[in-house]
């Protein structure tokens, strides 16, 4: 028998934050309130060159320069 998260393709992880979500948003207001941010994160991360770790940058950030500059836009 296998999983159902498997069987839809998907890793353990996201199965995890869907259902999450999923959980958080059937809260009544009060308490949903309260659960929201828990479902937010912040990755940060560094380049490392010549052993060194170079400016801290929000992956989020990063990746919509990253899109920006791969359409032409700067």
């Known amino acids: 028998m296998t999983f159902a998260w498997k069987a839809a393709g ?3 992880n ?4 869907v259902a999450s979500r999923v959980v958080r ?3 009544k207001e ?14 940060r991360f560094a380049k490392w ?14 990746n919509a320069q990253d899109t920006i ?3 032409g836009g700067a």
């Open 14 to 17: 996201r199965y995890l934050a």
């Open 25 to 27: 948003r059937s809260l």
């Open 30 to 43: 009060e308490k949903r309130l309260a659960a929201e941010p828990r479902g937010e994160s912040e990755v």
């Open 10 to 12: 998907i890793t353990y």
């Open 49 to 62: 060159s010549n052993g060194k770790p170079g400016e801290p940058k929000h992956l989020a950030e990063a």
């Open 69 to 71: 500059t791969r359409a």
